[in-house]
């Protein structure tokens, strides 16, 4: 009865961590094919290592979005993240800026940007408004074909 009560709690704790969903700034809106599926993170499916990396769905985390105002009273996006595959990730991102209404500021530099990030390696992103009206931002990204 006790190792069936122990295999039962162990199973548990593997499903639940293998549902689990890291969470990152709502803000940025990382697409299925560019983020990362939560069984990368499951302890026993990260033992296979680099072979199995594509098909446990291991991908790109955001850490951290930090906003700031520059010395020209521009907003600054600072986008802090992990790429936990084995093989360099390639997407595009775009950021659009938001005025205090939360309506879209037009801009010439709201367009698709290629990014890579390397194996098993942080990178960042850094984005700059168009105008001092931008007070939040929303970021998207998509599978570099």
Not at 69 to 91: C, I, P, Q, W
Not at 96 to 110: R, V
Request: hydrophobic fraction near 40%; charge should be positive.
């Amino acid at each position: 009865m006790k190792t069936f009560i122990t295999t039962t709690l162990f199973v548990l704790v593997l499903t639940v961590a293998g549902c689990f969903e890291p969470k990152h700034d709502s803000r940025i809106k990382l697409r299925e094919e560019v983020g990362s599926s939560s069984l990368g993170d499951n302890i026993v499916t990260r033992t296979v290592g680099g072979a199995f990396s594509w098909l446990i769905g291991e991908g790109i985390d955001v850490k951290q979005a930090v906003t700031r105002r520059n010395e020209a009273g521009l907003m600054e996006l600072h986008v802090n993240g992990y790429n936990r595959s084995y093989d360099t990730k390639r997407f595009k991102y775009r950021v659009e800026w938001l005025d205090a209404d939360g309506m879209l500021i037009q801009s010439k530099t709201s367009v698709w940007l290629p990014m890579s990030a390397m194996g098993k390696s942080p990178f960042g992103i850094k984005a700059v408004a168009p105008t001092p009206e931008a007070v939040n931002f929303r970021m998207d990204t998509k599978k570099w074909e």
